[in-house]
């Protein structure tokens, strides 16, 4: 069953939106050359909030997603974020059912 975490980072200004965009880009350069089981992991900006960065991420399961905290390239992105935030919050989702998601492949 899919695993999916929520992330709405608010950065404290523009240049910190900005270097934090750049922070987020190389994890993602590794996430997508060595992560596998990370189906999912995007950085959206929010309309009319241009320091706010909303990440969706979903992995095939909870180990996928404990893989992903272990690797290097997240773990740089997740010691070095801070300098950059006024806030971050985090919310979990466990799957139910959706289209492209691993309940639809299992039916």
Known sequence: MGFGLVVRFVARDAAAAHAFDELAQEALEGIRAEEPG????????????PNVRVFYELYADRAAFEEHERQPHVRRFLAERGQYLESFEVTFLDEISGKGSSTEQAV
């Open 38 to 49: 990370t189906l999912v992991y995007v950085n959206h900006a929010v309309p009319d909030e």
